[in-house]
């Protein structure tokens, strides 16, 4: 069975949708103008802003004072970053390059470049066609494909497919992951590990978007934070092997061995592959909590959404890969997946590496098994209001899936999540450049009332007339 959906994989991953892939994303950067660079500061300025604002309230409410319950810029943020800043940045990172060599690591910078602007468009169109709900917002690929390309039958597919691939087979990565770290480090059971994640999973999902989001936005800032510094402290006792660093992973990219000895396809591939998983622009996952945002403009949640594709890929991805390339341990065949990153920080820190990074592969994949449940969780939503139907997915995406993850094979978790990101990414791919215009305009207003000294550009559904009745928001 693995042997045959590894055949797949490889099949459907060869050319076509790395293509589709890194076409999509050098379209976007043309059309907005190369938006991913040149508006850096204002992403900054927006993501800081709103995370001060969300301080402000959550103090707010400390004291007892009454405040309107909604999903923050910066909240949404924390909860999608908390899906991409997990697994894919130590064992994802770590898999690249045993498979694919250090110049995957390479293609894995390309694609986060390009693809954050595919990650502003996309998240722009989910802010654009979001829906009402409850305290927050709902929305997504799966909205946008019914309200923008009325295309139910489309929209349910993506349904299914995110459902299928986050609530379900990439939580089992994650639990994978956790379990082979502490295994590694600690000598735990993956069985009592696993059922442990479960238990917490499970309190914490059946609490909703607003549990999910404060939860996020503690542990988030807290393990990226702490795992750059590690990592920093260990470039820079080691600065004068980074030149050496950057030669191999540019030497490995283009380099005329890995040509001659295909090695240069696999380090394309897995490259592609392992960014993607990381920052997941242009797979639809990130848009799910970029509509639960409350916002004067769709292009600001957009913007935020851009940047937390360099968060991932370029800062945190970029500190493992440096750590595994520095320590040397990739050219070992044995070694790969978590068990590589624990080995090469023990190698630089000594005994207390593998548990450092077990207690960071816990808080990074756990805050993903939470985001993760709850990408299903909105398109569980659009599919069917049915309570007993999400009771169901609530017990499947963060139960049953973290046990199963935490019992199966390293290579079988892996496989599975690929073959189901294929599909889902062709299927958003396809959307998104059908509707980008709509984002394109978007973005264009968003830069006129800027130019026109207005601070904090606001969007009215009347400005884009011909949508008037698919929009249910910005009234």
Avoid at 344 to 366: K, T
Avoid at 448 to 469: A, D, M, N, W
Wanted: charged residues 15%; hydrophobic residues 50%.
């Amino acid at each position: 069975m693995n042997e045959i959906i590894t055949s797949l994989n490889d099949a459907i991953w060869s050319y076509v949708l790395i293509a589709a892939l890194v076409g999509c994303g050098l379209w976007f950067t043309w059309r907005t103008r190369f938006v991913q660079f040149r508006m850096v500061g204002e992403m900054i300025r927006l993501l800081t802003d709103s995370a001060v604002d969300t301080i402000e309230e959550q103090g707010a409410r400390s004291k007892g004072q009454e405040k309107k319950k909604h999903i923050s810029s910066f909240q949404a943020f924390a909860v999608s970053v908390a899906t991409r800043v997990g697994t894919g940045n130590l064992a994802g990172v770590a898999t690249a390059i045993a498979i694919g060599g250090p110049g995957a690591v390479f293609w894995m910078w390309i694609i986060a470049l390009i693809g954050s602007a595919t990650a502003f468009v996309e998240s722009t169109l989910a802010q654009l066609f979001k829906q009402k709900h409850k305290d927050s917002f709902i929305g997504g690929p799966a909205y946008y494909i019914q309200r923008g390309l009325h295309k139910r039958w489309m929209a349910v597919l993506f349904a299914v497919l995110i459902t299928l691939q986050f609530g379900l087979s990439n939580n089992s990565i994650q639990a994978n992951t956790i379990c082979g770290a502490m295994q590694e480090a600690l000598g735990w059971s993956p069985v009592w590990v696993g059922g442990l994640l479960a238990a917490m999973a499970l309190f914490i999902v059946f609490g909703g978007i607003q549990r999910i989001a404060h939860v996020s936005a503690i542990l988030v800032p807290v393990m990226a934070i702490g795992y750059v510094i590690l990592a920093i402290v260990i470039i820079a006792t080691n600065i004068e092997q980074i030149p050496h660093v950057f030669k191999v992973i540019v030497l490995n990219a283009f380099g005329i061995e890995q040509i001659a000895g295909g090695g240069l396809g696999a380090a394309i591939m897995n490259g592609v592959k392992r960014g993607l998983f990381s920052n997941e622009a242009g797979e639809g996952s990130a848009p799910n909590v970029a509509a639960t945002a409350t916002t004067s403009h769709p292009v600001k949640q957009g913007l935020i959404q851009a940047l937390g594709v360099f968060t991932d890929t370029l800062l945190v991805c970029s500190c493992t890969a440096f750590i595994i390339l520095i320590s040397g341990l990739y050219q070992v065949p044995e070694l790969n997946g978590i068990a590589l990153t624990q080995s090469a920080l023990q190698s630089e820190v000594g005994s207390a590496g593998p548990v450092f990074i077990a207690i960071a592969i816990f808080l990074f994949a756990f805050s993903s098994i939470i985001g993760n449940y709850y990408y299903g969780e909105a398109n569980i939503r659009f599919i069917t209001p049915n309570p007993k139907v999400m009771t169901a997915y609530r017990i499947c995406s963060a139960g049953l899936m973290v046990v199963f993850g935490a019992m199966a094979s390293f290579e079988l978790v892996w496989n599975i999540v690929d073959f189901f990101m294929a599909f889902l990414t062709a299927c958003n791919l396809i959307a998104i450049t059908l509707l980008g215009r709509y984002a394109f305009r978007l973005l264009d207003d968003y830069r006129q009332q800027k130019r026109r000294g207005i601070k904090e550009p606001v969007f009215h559904r009347s400005q884009l007339p011909e949508l008037e009745g698919d929009i249910e928001c910005w009234e």
